[in-house]
Nanobody, 115 residues
Framework: QVQLAESGGGLVEPGGSLRLSCSAS????????IAWYRQAPGKLREMIAR???????NYANSVKGRFTISRDAAKNTLYLQMDSLKPEDTAVYYCNLVNLGGSYWGQGTQVTVSS
C-alpha cells in the first residue's frame, strides 16, 4: 500500500505562484510514474504533469511553460511549482502514483486563483 499526502494549496491572486508537495509513504517500490492531476468543479479530473521513473516529464498544454513537476527521490516527495497562475487553474489538485501494486491517489489540496 502507498499513502500520498498533498500540501501547499491555498488562495493566490492571478499571476501569483504556489508550490505543491506530495509526500509518499509505504511501499513505493516498482515505481512507474507519478503525476499531478486536477479537478475543477463540474469538470473531469485531468492529468496536468507527469514524471517517469527516469525523470522524463510531460505536461498538459494548458500548463506547459507555467508549471514544473519535480521529485526528490530521497525524500519520497513530488513537487509542482505553479507560476503565472490563472483563475482557470482553480481546482483540487491530486497526486497519483503508479507502481507494480497499482494506482494510488492522495486526498487533494485546493488551489484557488482569485483577486
Amino acid at each position: 500500500q502507498v499513502q500520498l499526502a498533498e500540501s501547499g494549496g491555498g488562495l493566490v491572486e492571478p499571476g501569483g505562484s504556489l508550490r505543491l508537495s506530495c509526500s509518499a509513504s509505504g511501499s513505493t517500490s516498482g515505481l512507474n510514474s507519478i503525476a499531478w492531476y486536477r479537478q475543477a468543479p463540474g469538470k473531469l479530473r485531468e492529468m496536468i504533469a507527469r514524471i517517469s521513473l527516469y525523470g522524463l516529464t510531460n505536461y498538459a498544454n494548458s500548463v506547459k511553460g507555467r508549471f514544473t513537476i519535480s521529485r526528490d527521490a530521497a525524500k519520497n516527495t513530488l513537487y509542482l511549482q505553479m507560476d503565472s497562475l490563472k483563475p482557470e487553474d482553480t481546482a483540487v489538485y491530486y497526486c497519483n502514483l503508479v507502481n507494480l501494486g497499482g494506482s494510488y491517489w492522495g486526498q487533494g489540496t485546493q488551489v484557488t486563483v482569485s483577486s
